[in-house]
């Protein structure tokens, strides 16, 4: 009997000193990799840098002291003439809700887009289980392509103007919001579904009252998120073009100095608006998932 506990806690010792040995083992190993990726990343960056200093018209290094010097110049004949600030707020108004205006139509469009390919590319879910592969693949396709890249081909074909920054939008909103929409339906409880279907209920009518109520809260709150996103990229397209806040920023810029208290306007204007826009779409996220 002795013989016997005595062999087991000699066995119990060996298989411990084993483990703790492959562990330290892996620690090993796992080091030694992150060494290597580390150093890798350091070559790359280092490699990185000096070509694209290389191919620097102005120096990258030579232009760093000079960094602060646009900016100074705006803010400093910004604040020479901060009492038009306010009236060019008002001005500037109209080009903020045309930008406000994109950005809610867009996540609308991509919104309702991303729903039926979301619940069309969800295992279990899908209408047609052999096609959500395809359906997955034009979510990645969407989301792939920057809007910018879609608005810029968009213009050659309808001309500048919010449309075709609305249909850019729309396709990229369409691929992210798809593929997160996908992930929450994934998590959704199929004993809704399952009894619905045992009673004779259609695939829409199955989605429509055994999944969509458990996924609400959070697609729209992924909704409010992308809606906050989209006004950033609106603003962002008027640069090329396509209307909005964005396209005042660009003329405002081009006259250069004279024209720098607008640019301040107009930024802090876009800015403002964005932090309102965060805080509300914050509490109403906050609202819809914690209740």
């Not at 279907?197 to 009252?209: L, R």
């Given at each position: ?48 840098f000096n070509l694209a200093q290389s191919r620097n018209a102005g120096g ?83 989301r792939a392509i920057p809007e910018i890249v879609i608005a810029l081909i ?25 593929k997160l929409f996908s992930e929450v339906a994934e998590n959704a409880d ?102």
């Amino acid at each position: 009997m002795a013989d016997t506990s005595f062999g087991s806690g000699a066995q119990r010792s060996r298989d411990l000193a084993h483990s703790q040995t492959a562990y330290l083992e892996l620690v090993r190993r796992r080091r030694m990799y992150g060494g290597i990726l580390l150093v890798l990343f350091i070559a790359l960056m280092a490699s990185g840098f000096n070509l694209a200093q290389s191919r620097n018209a102005g120096g990258f290094l030579n232009g760093l002291p000079n960094v602060f010097a646009f900016p100074s110049e705006v803010l400093s004949e910004a604040w020479e003439k901060r009492a038009n600030l306010p009236g060019i707020f008002l001005e500037h108004v109209p080009a903020l809700i045309e930008t406000l205006n994109i950005a809610a139509v867009s996540t609308l469009l991509g919104g309702i887009a991303a729903m039926a390919m979301a619940l069309l590319a969800t295992r279990g879910l899908a209408r047609w289980p052999r096609l959500t592969g395809l359906f997955r693949r034009m979510m990645d396709i969407c989301r792939a392509i920057p809007e910018i890249v879609i608005a810029l081909i968009l213009i050659y074909i309808l001309g500048g103007g919010p449309v075709p920054a609305v249909i850019a939008i729309s396709l990229h909103t369409a691929g992210a919001l798809g593929k997160l929409f996908s992930e929450v339906a994934e998590n959704a409880d199929l004993k809704p579904v399952e009894g619905l279907q045992s009673v004779g209920a259609s695939w829409g009518q199955q989605m429509w009252f055994g999944v969509i109520p458990q996924v609400a809260p959070n697609w729209l709150s992924y909704a409010l998120l992308r809606f906050e996103i989209n006004v950033r990229a609106s603003a962002i397209l008027g640069f090329v073009g396509e209307g909005g806040i964005g396209y005042d920023l660009k003329i405002a810029m081009q006259w250069g100095m004279g024209r720098y208290d607008q640019v301040v306007a107009i930024f802090l204007l876009l800015f403002l608006t964005i932090v309102l826009i965060d805080r509300v779409s914050d509490h109403f996220r906050n609202r819809l998932v914690k209740g």
